[in-house]
């Protein structure tokens, strides 16, 4: 027998925003601990929070993309617990009124696409770091106060696959709308997965798991089918699952039992009474969400229908923006954009993987590659020669001018090239007997040697077209 | 002494006098906390500040008004070591319009109490009669001012805590619209009724007090962008003309015959002036809900706001194996029983299964009481009663459930200024039996200058303003 996986994910978001989602103090990542800080987010008596408007901006913006109803009416609500992480033993969220409701993301899988529905979106504050050491706990608060939003799925999606494809499909959107940085490693994303098995055809959920600390897309495909494995097993041998929550460990490649959820815990949820409800106004609403910028889905469907591209660099391109970006950039200079594409996903890649750099340090002049491509189409350089030349614009150095200097224009002369040919033609009689005698191959060896007495500058398909014509006159 | 008339003497002087008989008075009165040892620096800065409004002004603060680098303690255990890093809004204001910070003053713990018996460094007792309590929760700030040590102190009031006690010491207490003055760096008690407000000898003083704490403070998003007026300049006595409507749920319900003749008196006075005195009776049922609704809402909210208060990052912390051990053994010892209470009363009606029947419907009767008050003001300038049931009480037969049960509306209605957050204010009416009693008037949402004009009219009449308590030292 087997069964039916239902999964769903809830999804932690810090926001980019420069300052703390109640307070003035910087919001910053790998800074020395506790140097972020105010009174505010220590939670010092007689403190109160004031709303950063840049993040509701990119709550809305998510939200939007999401295909969320707005709430143009923000408020805020207490959620009450102790907890050394978290200053002022509550933290603000919004969970009466969250600012987006109802929308859906749309994800690729083998069946084709699907709806993944989006319970809400909402914002609130990060708590702060821990530090367990052998000799007590350290706490850096930088993190407290952090805005974030939440993202909490329905539980749309029936495999580990899925998962990872919504994660992705999150991850690369939120990072297109310049919402959040999306470093799972970093934290700034963060997942939490809630997963259960059931007989196909019922109707009801059977008891969940939920899995937190995933730290990256594939972990939390492993994580979702090393659980659908474990929860089928046992209920294969008639055990019931236990409601707890667990962890995935890298190590051993499974997940592990952190603590038993013994009922809801109550957070005594009530209304912030120190921020008033803000009615948002609905132009600014509506100039938000006219300027979310181009989206990946609608940048991947220009690729392949205006660019011409297949549908696996596309994705490749769109799945790194500055990858991307780089894409749409030379595509300014040249128009030869399947060419620009296999550049910049096969030799970009390689040159700055090379350098040990990454796509944000990428030194290329998008210009340099656009009239090196074009020097390409218009059979000016070689394939070969252009890579040699694609290595000095990795160095900052103007295509045009490499090919000066290293005297590398092709000969795509034709009067020049049949100087060389019949030269070469004539010094080779034994290729052109074996030629009229069928014998193919004799066309390769004297291009060879046409591209040997022109240095390597000889256009090798012209080379070779003429060399055919010249044979035939013979 | 008036504000204006310190103004005329030496900062350096002021500073000293005040300071020397807040100390003098400290062992009789028992109402300060901390006293401030940089009075005279103070005074050198405040000397530069020509034009401002306090310049060179003795004035004490609540201990729950952050003061940065100087202990802050709220009256509370778990504040004891507590040494703020920053300065509350009012506090800035107040040096900026050249005040002298003399002490912080004693209150009842975290705000939570209308005696102020419930502090940390013990009572306060009161300036006309020491084996009397101050009231609360702002006790320290009320004796100082009657006892003429300051001209002015800061107060706080989330149910009447400046207003009951500046009836009991015979002063004027004020507190303005919910969202005049910022409440940035004031130790909450609970958020939705907590206001800033002060106690002062004459509404002279408490028009410029006004002025310099009022306006907008974007770290206070509940504070408002109203105008702030120039109330000193603009205060009129004139009453002629004006409405104002007697609330007879707390006359009726006040026992002392003393007090209703003197009321009485004064309101024959003002109609003889040409005020229009009517009566009014607002819901008895809305009223009888009012200290009920209060106890669910501000503990509900308290409960909250003090779960910062955890031994970990600031405050007292007491020992234990865990983190979550440390925070249960520092708010165990950190808080008196009493307050406890509160918090055990104000997590109760939250909880999920009791949230409807109590919170959310607390919340829905202070609507309602709200709605009622604000219709009983549609046709009145003003709502005045008596403040209080009685004179203060001795420190010995004194407990807040007594006073409540023998005088449910006549103690507790000034809770209709926290719930609406309407503007309200104490002016001494007279004596009975040689301690103070007081009326309490309340006017419509940012008419300040409506209700000091009131005020400055019965000031008028009673005879009583810029009088103080002789206390031996």
């Known amino acids: ?474 | 002494m008036r504000i204006t008339d310190y103004k005329k003497q030496k900062p350096a002087e002021n500073a000293k006098d005040a300071l020397a008989k807040a100390k003098a008075l400290q062992p009789v009165l028992n109402a300060v906390v901390t006293f401030y040892e940089d009075t005279k620096q103070q005074a050198d800065a405040a000397d530069a500040k020509a034009e401002g409004l306090l310049r060179g002004v003795p004035i004490a603060l609540k201990d729950n008004v952050s003061t940065k680098d100087v202990r802050t303690t709220a009256s509370s255990r778990i504040l004891d070591n507590y040494v703020p890093v920053y300065d509350a809004a009012i506090t800035e204001k107040l040096r900026d319009a050249g005040a002298i910070f003399i002490a912080k003053a004693s209150m009842d713990e975290l705000g939570m109490g209308g005696t102020n018996l419930n502090a940390y460094t013990g009572k306060v007792n009161n300036p006309w009669d020491v084996t009397r309590i101050s009231g609360g929760s702002s006790g320290g700030s009320a004796a100082l001012v009657a006892s003429g040590v300051v001209p002015m102190a800061i107060g706080t009031d989330t149910g009447d805590s400046v207003r009951k006690p500046a009836a009991y010491c015979g002063v004027i207490g004020m507190k303005p619209t919910y969202g005049r003055i910022s409440r940035y760096g004031i130790i909450p008690y609970a958020s939705s009724l907590d206001h800033v407000g002060f106690f002062t000898r004459c509404v002279e003083d408490a028009a410029v007090t006004l002025q310099v704490l009022a306006g907008r403070d974007d770290r206070d998003l509940t504070s408002s962008f109203e105008p702030v007026l120039d109330y000193s300049n603009h205060l009129d006595d004139r009453i002629e003309g004006k409405r104002i409507a007697i609330l007879d749920n707390v006359q009726n319900a006040v026992k002392d015959e003393e007090s209703l003749k003197q009321f009485d008196t004064l309101m024959k006075s003002l109609r003889a002036k040409g005020a229009v005195i009517e009566h009014i009776t607002l819901r008895n049922d809305l009223m009888q809900a009012l200290l009920p609704t209060y106890s669910i809402l501000a503990n509900a909210e308290a409960t909250a706001n003090h779960s910062n208060l955890d031994g970990i990052r600031f405050g007292m912390r007491e020992p234990g194996a865990s983190v979550e051990e440390v925070m249960i053994n520092s708010r165990t010892k950190g808080f008196s029983p009493a307050v406890r209470k509160r918090f055990v009363t104000g997590s109760y009606s939250l909880f999920v299964e009791n949230q409807d029947r109590l919170f959310r419907k607390a919340q829905k009767v202070r609507r309602l009481i709200v709605q009622e008050l604000e219709k009983a003001l549609q046709n009145y300038d003003a709502v005045i009663a008596c403040a209080a049931g009685s004179i203060a009480p001795h420190a010995e037969d004194t407990s807040e459930e007594k006073l409540s049960q023998t005088y449910l509306v006549a103690e507790n209605h000034m809770l209709l200024g926290n719930f609406s957050g309407y503007p309200s204010i104490t002016v001494p009416l007279g004596f009975v039996g040689g301690m103070p009693i007081g009326v309490s008037l309340t006017a419509k949402p940012f008419e300040e200058q409506q209700l000091l004009n009131i005020a400055a009219a019965i000031e008028k009449e009673t005879g009583l303003a810029d009088q103080t308590a002789e206390v031996k030292a």
């Open chain 1, 1 to 474: 027998m087997s069964f039916e996986t239902v999964i769903g994910i809830e999804i932690h978001c810090e926001l980019k925003t420069k300052t703390k989602m109640f307070s003035s103090a910087p919001v910053a990542f790998g800074e020395a601990a506790n140097t972020c800080v105010n009174e505010v987010d220590l939670g010092h008596p007689g403190t109160l929070p004031a709303v950063n408007k840049k993040a509701i901006e990119l709550a809305i913006r998510a939200a939007t993309a999401l295909h969320c109803e707005i709430d143009p009416v923000v408020k805020f609500d207490r959620k009450n617990y102790y907890y050394s992480d978290l200053p002022k033993g509550f933290q603000i969220t919004q969970q009466f009124h969250p600012i987006g409701s109802g929308g859906f993301v749309e994800i690729d899988t083998d069946n084709g696409p699907k709806k993944i529905r989006v319970n809400r979106i909402h914002m609130e504050e990060d708590t702060a770091k821990q530090f367990h050491l052998s000799n007590g706990t350290m706490i850096d608060f930088n993190r407290a106060g952090t805005p974030l939003v939440e993202i909490v799925s329905e539980a749309d999606m029936r495999s580990g696959k899925e998962a990872a494809a919504y994660v992705e499909k999150l991850r690369t959107m939120l990072y297109y709308l310049g919402v959040s940085d999306v470093r799972m490693e970093e934290g700034s994303m963060r997942c939490d997965v809630n997963i259960s098995l059931r007989p196909y055809g019922y109707e009801s959920y059977g008891t969940k798991t939920e899995i937190k600390n995933l730290n990256s897309i594939s972990n939390v495909q492993k994580a979702i089918e090393f659980e659908m494995a474990r929860q089928s097993d046992l209920l294969l041998h008639g055990q019931t699952i236990t409601q707890e929550t667990r962890r995935y460990d890298e190590a051993s490649r499974g997940t592990i039992s952190m603590r038993k959820k013994e009922g809801d815990v109550d957070y005594k949820y009530f209304p912030e009474p120190n921020i008033f409800p803000i009615r948002l106004d609905d132009a600014w609403i509506k100039s938000i969400q006219e300027n979310l910028g181009e989206l990946p889905q609608q940048r991947k469907v220009r690729y392949i229908q205006q660019y011409g591209l297949m549908e696996r660099d596309a994705d490749v391109l769109v799945a790194v923006k500055e990858l991307s970006d780089f894409y749409d950039e030379v595509c300014k200079y040249c128009k030869e954009y399947k060419l620009i594409a296999n550049w910049t996903i096969t030799e970009l890649n390689a040159a700055l993987n090379k350098r040990n750099l990454t796509i944000q340090e990428n030194p290329c002049d998008p210009k340099y590659l656009g009239d090196m491509i074009n020097m390409i189409k218009k059979q000016e350089i070689s394939g070969k020669q252009a890579k040699i030349v694609f290595e000095e614009i990795m160095n900052g150095k103007d295509p045009q001018k490499v090919v000066e200097e290293k005297g590398m224009k092709q000969m795509s002369d034709s009067s020049a090239l049949l100087k060389i040919i019949n030269e070469v033609l004539n010094n080779n009689p034994q290729s052109i007997e074996d030629f009229k005698n069928g014998k193919d191959r004799a066309v390769g060896f004297l291009v060879g040697q046409v591209m040997k007495a022109s240095k390597g500058q000889a256009n090798p398909a012209l080379t070779n077209r003429l060399i055919q014509e010249e044979l035939k006159k013979r």
